[in-house]
């Protein structure tokens, strides 16, 4: 909403007398206040549908169907229901990290009050660069990012409000809206990570963080066994200042699943990653945990029932997730845990202190009179297995596709090499099982072909250091460092577990920085080379060429999207505050980075990476997210690649697909690897760093195609770009294609090709 | 309606595929097309049907009616192999976003096509690929020739228990083509 008193209240907010820089066109942003931008992008990256079903569902005038030109009773088509339902997917992410955000800042301002400050450590001076760019505030303390969160909420009742039947009914309206939401959730995610940097003192402005064990082997069985999972470390961290308190430190292990594994190891070394979420239920089933805690996010749904089966108990301690338990706060502690140990009943205690003496004086109770099953060996794996009638049904409802039914024939007749190969590319659901009409426990068989060795992981470092942004912002700029990836996100991988470890090797391997994050980070530490070391043991941890970052859990994402902030601001002096056109004009025209969400699946992961595109980060996404429904893709051949020279302030045909897309699926790992070589190529570029980027492009292109690219044309503009090494042989091929050489540009910008109040000034200092 | 082999497929909707248990029609409408075209994935790298990779049966489907090829993901290294160069290049989206472009000139730059045949992709990514061309395709045919029904194709095979069937189905398919 416009109107002074508005204005005043967002000037309030950020406090705008405060000059530290001049105030960009728009301070915290409403809802259409960047549509103009998002309708740029949308120009030449199109939503690309895939509509999961044929109807809407939504209301009470449906079923509609929306099949052909057909439209609903509200009025709305096929294409815009498909925005719509992409936008209740970022709401549902991004309110996801906005409530984890309220949530520990809540927590912490309880702990430290609204004033605590926000130091990052010498190494980190612009901290909180999203928020700085969004909103135009420069958060000093946890009261301030509860301000940016606030704010965000506000945005979030608006765009979920267009949902609503007969509210928005344009598709590229509906995008602009998730765009909004996701650009907002970064937002809520640096709250939430720097509130728990600062709050938890986790790793802050050093880059070598501590290696720790991971791995379901990494668990010492002989000592009571406290799981944690979710991604809220409320709770984990007061368990480990409880065992601290009571010197139990070393008598009681504690493993985390999914992100408050990554939270709860940058809290204490000692802490375990038990590994990604996809793992969460065959961890559950071995009983290894005597208790589990839950907290928020990614969490399964039946965890109760599923601990009941192997004598383990849960503590649910979020209120987002009580999961129908019996509320325990209130109720005496030893009470509590007497009935949790004696009768294996779950509680709901949503005073985490209190959560955390529960939990572990539970477990001390439980774990020396466990009553639970041994793990399950090859032969008593053969032996269960031999309850398979072959129907196949476990196939019929895998959700990877998993040929499950010969193998587990293969377990009963004593071969165990398919059935491991399934268990690498098993995502977790626990769907074959229950379809079993023969009751096998597949799970459980899993045991037998699990690995049992301890792997390693490094524990998360939160922001890239300004000094670290110092050295690299050129040559990234300059495309000499030929790109940052970022693999990020959940574990839903097509294949085997191990594929995104092959691929970030590859290109930390080729100098590329790539940074990991979330489940992704674990992933990528459960692969060894023949001397038993993992990738973090084998690559520094700088953001710089050639090293593996891992900035921490999902919510540490904005951490990247923050170093490409901290590019346009350190090394070309743009000023962040409330001037997000012209910072992500610039990232989409000059800093090569490529997110990758390889086992993408929840509407956070959705979120995220819409956040990503809104920025002019390209995301190459696994096959499963083609079930989002939409993509954001050109057209190279067809589509205008003309912008503007900021410098000369002329309209330039660059005739350039760079960057080809904003949000793509593809269905290999080899097609993966070669995109994102292609997604770094950035308009910028300078001849030798579109050399080297080129370079890596073909080479990748020819190892896994076999050729030259067949669109090297595109990305070739003058002799000067051509690799040395392939020089003979580009020459031919661009003859052959009759290529002539491309327009020069000296500054790359989308501001003054469409309708904004930024002058095309603002793209250079 | 039939029901997909993998059920993360199964249709919630109106308009399913025809199931085509005979390679008859199935060539008849591959002969009346004006420019089909076949898209191929990499499982039928994968894939072998009684000793023979599953792209190879492709290839002949290609050859016997002179049909373009795309190839997707990697598979055109293997196509090269086969002695095959295909005629484009692209990911399974990518070529999807073409064609659902009426004016797009085709991989041939003849025009865009009328029928497109899919095989060798995971079926969950095929399925939610044609369900596109479905839906904003008006303007073409999809067929698929894997072994699993794809509800959301214009034609697709049925499930197949046993390749002996496949098999039979596809290399009648290839010998009526000549």
């Known amino acids: 909403m416009k109107g002074k008193k508005k204005k005043e209240e967002k000037e309030k907010i950020i406090k705008a007398e405060d000059e530290w820089e001049p105030i960009g066109h728009t301070p915290m942003p409403d809802v259409a206040d960047l549509r103009n931008w998002d309708r740029r992008l949308l120009q030449t990256y199109k939503p690309f549908y895939a509509p999961f079903c044929d109807l809407c569902c939504l209301c009470t005038y449906g079923k509609c169907d929306l099949t052909g030109t057909n439209r609903g009773a509200c009025g709305i088509d096929m294409a815009s229901q498909q925005g719509r339902i992409v936008t209740l997917a970022c709401c549902m992410g991004m309110s996801a990290h906005a409530g984890h955000a309220a949530h520990i800042i809540d927590y912490l301002v309880e702990k430290y009050g609204e004033d605590h400050p926000l130091t990052l450590g010498d190494q980190v001076e612009v901290e909180c660069p999203n928020i700085r760019t969004v909103l135009g505030m420069k958060p000093k303390t946890l009261g301030d990012l509860k301000k940016a969160v606030q704010y965000a909420a506000e945005q979030l009742l608006h765009v979920l409000s267009s949902t609503n039947t007969g509210q928005e009914g344009d598709a590229v309206d509906y995008e602009s809206k998730a765009l909004h939401i996701s650009m907002l959730d970064l937002v809520c995610m640096e709250a939430a990570d720097v509130a728990q940097i600062v709050g938890f003192k986790f790793p802050t402005s050093v880059a070598d963080t501590a290696i720790v064990d991971m791995g379901w082997g990494s668990v010492d069985r002989s000592k009571p066994v406290i799981l944690v999972v979710g991604h809220n470390p409320a709770t984990s961290s007061e368990i480990i200042d409880y065992l601290r308190k009571e010197g139990l430190e070393d008598k009681v292990e504690v493993g985390g699943i999914c992100c408050t594994a990554l939270e709860t190891t940058r809290y204490s070394d000692k802490a375990k990653i038990i590994g990604p979420l996809s793992r969460q239920l065959f961890f559950v089933r071995t009983g290894i945990a005597d208790v589990i805690v839950s907290d928020e996010q990614c969490i399964r749904t039946d965890l109760a029932e599923e601990a009941s089966k192997v004598g383990s108990v849960v503590i649910a301690s979020s209120d987002k997730a009580c999961r129908g338990l019996e509320e325990a706060s209130d109720r005496p502690t030893d009470e509590v845990v007497k009935e949790m140990a004696e009768q294996g009943k779950h509680v709901l205690i949503l005073d985490h202190a209190k959560a955390a003496e529960v939990a572990v004086k539970a477990a001390l109770q439980i774990a020396p009179k466990r009553k639970k099953e041994e793990l399950i060996d090859k032969a008593k794996a053969q032996e269960l297995a031999q309850a398979c009638k072959d129907c196949g049904s476990c196939e019929l409802v895998c959700p990877n596709l998993q040929p499950l039914s010969s193998a587990i024939k293969k377990v009963a007749e004593g071969d165990f090499e398919d059935f491991q190969k399934i268990f690498e590319s098993c995502i977790g659901c626990g769907k074959c099982e229950e379809a079993c009409p023969q009751a096998v426990p597949i799970f459980q068989l899993m045991q037998a072909v699990a690995s049992w060795d301890t792997w390693k992981c490094r524990a998360g470092r939160g922001p890239i250091m300004d000094t670290e942004i110092r050295k690299v912002g050129a040559p990234i700029v300059l495309g000499t460092i030929p790109g940052v990836v970022a693999f990020v996100g959940c574990s839903n991988f097509p294949n085997e577990i191990d594929e995104i470890a092959e691929m970030v090797e590859e290109f930390a391997r080729r100098k590329y920085i790539v940074v990991v994050s979330g489940c992704s980070a674990m992933a990528i530490g459960m692969r060894k080379d023949e001397e038993g070391r993992t990738l973090y043991d084998k690559y520094p941890s700088e953001f710089d060429a050639g090293g593996i970052v891992n900035v921490g859990s999902c919510v540490a994402n904005a951490h990247i999207t923050g170093a490409a902030m901290k590019i346009a601001n350190i090394f070309a002096k743009l000023p962040l505050r409330a001037n997000y056109e012209v910072i992500a004009d610039y990232i989409l025209n000059r800093v090569g980075a490529c997110g990758v969400a390889w086992g993408a699946y929840s509407q956070k992961a959705a979120s995220i990476a819409t956040g990503c595109n809104r920025l002019g980060i390209p995301v190459v996404l696994g096959p499963h997210s083609s079930k989002y429904r939409r993509l954001y893709l050109s057209r190279k051949e067809e589509d205008d690649w003309t912008v503007m020279d900021g410098r000369k302030k002329e309209l330039v045909d660059t005739e350039e697909p760079s960057p080809e897309h904003l949000a793509i699926v593809v269905e290999s790992k080899e097609r993966a690897m070669v995109t994102i070589a292609k997604l770094c190529l950035r308009k910028n570029d300078t001849p030798p760093g579109r050399q080297i980027k080129l370079n890596h492009y073909i080479d990748l292109y020819k190892k896994f195609f076999g050729t030259l690219p067949d669109d090297l044309h595109h990305y070739v503009r003058t002799e000067r770009d051509i690799p040395m090494f392939f020089k003979k042989e580009v020459r031919q091929y661009l003859q052959e294609k009759g290529w002539k050489p491309k327009p020069a540009l000296t500054l790359p910008t989308l501001i003054g090709t469409y309708e904004t109040e930024v002058p095309v000034e603002a793209t250079i200092r | ?178």
């Open chain 2, 1 to 178: 309606m039939s029901k997909p082999r993998h059920l993360v497929n199964i249709l919630t909707g109106t308009k399913g595929a025809a199931e085509m248990k005979d390679a008859g029609p199935l060539v008849k409408t591959i002969k009346k097309a004006a420019r089909p075209l076949l898209v191929i994935g990499p499982r039928a790298l994968e894939i072998e049907i009684d000793g023979k990779p599953f792209i190879e049966y492709l290839v002949d489907i290609a050859k016997a009616s002179d049909i373009p090829i795309c190839a997707t993901a990697h598979t055109k290294k293997k196509l090269l192999e086969l002695g095959v160069t295909p005629d484009s290049t692209y990911d399974i989206i990518e070529i999807i976003n073409h064609l659902k472009d009426p004016e797009w000139k085709g991989v041939k730059g003849e025009g865009c096509h009328d029928l497109v045949m899919f095989g060798g992709f995971r079926t969950d990514l095929g399925n939610q690929g044609l369900s596109t061309l479905k839906h904003f395709a008006p303007h073409l045919k999809t067929m698929t020739v894997c072994k699993y029904y794809y509800p959301n194709a214009t034609f697709s095979l049925p499930n197949y228990r046993k390749d002996e069937e496949w098999k039979a189905l596809l290399e009648g398919i290839i010998e009526e083509l000549k």
